[in-house]
């Protein structure tokens, strides 16, 4: 990485606040970073910057990337993001906040903290401080996270498994830390941040958004109505068929309300599709993204979403 450092000296009242106490005095860096970030498997995959970004540049995209700002490549606060295939190097400008005394810091805060299982193994993510509650906000991939089996945690830490990536809103306690004359960087507890690309479907990859979109077109009640899920499924011999699944989809879901209203309801496998990883033409009359109906709920290396419904 290349930086290029500028000192801003700052002052920063005290506050009197119920739970900590801040010092008197920090310097701000605006440091000028190069970072590399790729999409790879045309999956959306975030670059986390240390400090607050205030401006970013692409200077280099790779051969085959498809980089367009807004669309498959972004920042927000903490982050730059890509997409559909975009892999490139930026020049990222951030202001990083360093104190001369490390704040008395006690009581209960809410922080957002990115937690990613390393393929099928399991991550462990600390926290600082004693964990009181956890609340899932948005995943960066397609697989689903689920708590106690594909995530949960334990008094200090946040754990991943089995392809789970998410963000996540943590409440924990925070002890008083003695104060120590060695600088440090000021580490301001956050709540949900107000850039998403974290929640909903701002966190959804575009096979993702295609598959709802489709099932949704291919439900067939008009008379009685009912919910229509796209579950994404492994493409492969031994992995559950979509009739399968559909029928266990109450176990998958994290709310508990919404769990009970799916497992009184008629659960059903309507159709499957397969979403094919091939990026949007940019010529007119041209062939680009395609999906395949089956018209049927089996398996195999067939059908990557399942239609499913509940009513």
């Given at each position: 990485?290349?930086?290029?450092?500028?000192?801003v000296s700052l002052a920063i009242a005290a506050s009197l606040l119920p739970f900590s106490l801040i010092p008197a005095s920090a310097q701000e860096e605006i440091v000028t970073e190069t970072v590399t970030c790729?999409?790879n498997n045309r999956q959306r995959v975030e670059c986390p910057v240390d400090g607050r970004i205030l401006g970013v540049r692409q200077t280099q995209a790779f051969a085959g990337g498809f980089c367009i700002q807004?669309?498959?490549?972004?920042?927000?606060?903490?982050?730059?993001?890509?997409?559909?295939?975009?892999?490139?190097?930026?020049?990222?400008?951030?202001?990083?906040?360093?104190?001369?005394?490390?704040?008395?810091?006690?009581?209960?805060?809410?922080?957002?903290?990115?937690?990613?299982?390393?393929?099928?193994?399991?991550?462990?993510?600390?926290v600082d401080g004693r964990i009181q509650d956890v609340e899932p906000i948005g995943s960066f991939t397609s697989i689903p996270c689920r708590y106690g089996t594909s995530w949960g945690y334990k008094k200090r830490?946040?754990?991943?498994?089995?392809?789970?990536?998410?963000?996540?809103?943590?409440?924990?306690?925070?002890?008083?830390?003695?104060?120590?004359?060695?600088?440090?960087?000021?580490?301001?507890?956050?709540?949900?941040?107000?850039?998403?690309?974290?929640?909903?479907?701002?966190?959804?990859?575009?096979?993702?958004?295609?598959?709802?979109?489709?099932?949704?077109?291919?439900?067939?009640?008009?008379?009685?109505?009912?919910?229509?899920?796209?579950?994404?499924?492994?493409?492969?011999?031994?992995?559950?068929?979509?009739?399968?699944?559909?029928?266990?989809?109450?176990?998958?879901?994290?709310?508990?309300?919404?769990?009970?209203?799916?497992?009184?309801?008629?659960?059903?496998?309507?159709?499957?599709?397969?979403?094919?990883?091939?990026?949007?033409?940019?010529?007119?009359?041209?062939?680009?993204?395609?999906?395949?109906?089956?018209?049927?709920?089996?398996?195999?290396?067939?059908?990557?979403?399942?239609?499913?419904?509940?009513?």
């Amino acid at each position: 990485m290349r930086f290029s450092v500028k000192l801003v000296s700052l002052a920063i009242a005290a506050s009197l606040l119920p739970f900590s106490l801040i010092p008197a005095s920090a310097q701000e860096e605006i440091v000028t970073e190069t970072v590399t970030c790729t999409s790879n498997n045309r999956q959306r995959v975030e670059c986390p910057v240390d400090g607050r970004i205030l401006g970013v540049r692409q200077t280099q995209a790779f051969a085959g990337g498809f980089c367009i700002q807004g669309f498959s490549w972004g920042y927000d606060q903490n982050n730059i993001w890509v997409d559909i295939g975009c892999s490139g190097k930026f020049d990222v400008d951030t202001a990083r906040v360093v104190v001369t005394e490390q704040p008395v810091v006690t009581g209960t805060f809410v922080q957002t903290i990115d937690c990613r299982s390393q393929g099928s193994k399991r991550k462990k993510c600390e926290v600082d401080g004693r964990i009181q509650d956890v609340e899932p906000i948005g995943s960066f991939t397609s697989i689903p996270c689920r708590y106690g089996t594909s995530w949960g945690y334990k008094k200090r830490h946040l754990w991943v498994d089995r392809g789970c990536e998410a963000r996540f809103n943590v409440t924990y306690i925070q002890r008083p830390n003695p104060p120590e004359p060695t600088p440090e960087t000021i580490a301001t507890p956050q709540t949900q941040p107000s850039t998403p690309p974290q929640a909903g479907l701002a966190s959804a990859s575009a096979a993702a958004i295609i598959a709802q979109g489709a099932c949704t077109g291919l439900y067939p009640s008009l008379a009685k109505g009912g919910y229509v899920f796209s579950v994404p499924r492994q493409c492969s011999k031994g992995a559950p068929d979509c009739k399968s699944i559909c029928e266990n989809l109450h176990k998958t879901v994290d709310s508990r309300r919404f769990r009970r209203t799916l497992r009184k309801s008629q659960k059903s496998c309507f159709n499957s599709i397969h979403v094919y990883d091939k990026a949007p033409s940019v010529n007119l009359a041209a062939a680009g993204t395609q999906t395949y109906v089956y018209n049927s709920c089996g398996g195999g290396c067939g059908p990557n979403y399942c239609c499913c419904s509940a009513e």
